[in-house]
């Protein structure tokens, strides 16, 4: 599967690439792999490659829909 602006959409056993992950989220890459450095989301780096648990970052997602804090969330 393509999106509009033709970055691939890679989902492979429940991990999502960053790449993927900008594109359902919204949030930058660098923001997503700190969120994987602090825990706050779940992951496995390969090598230099992150790939990021769907589920935790569709809860994160949601909890960040939830927040009143205009800083939580995708800018």
Request: aromatic content about 10%; proline content about 3%.
């Amino acid at each position: 599967m393509v999106s509009n602006n033709q970055t691939p959409i890679l989902i492979f056993n429940n991990y999502v690439s960053i790449k993927t992950a900008v594109v359902f989220s919204s949030y930058s890459s660098q923001y997503l792999r700190r969120l994987l450095r602090n825990g706050k989301l779940d992951g496995v780096k390969i090598g230099q490659l992150w790939l990021i648990n769907k589920l935790t970052l569709d809860t994160y997602l949601e909890n960040s829909i939830n927040v009143g804090d205009r800083r939580y969330g995708p800018k």
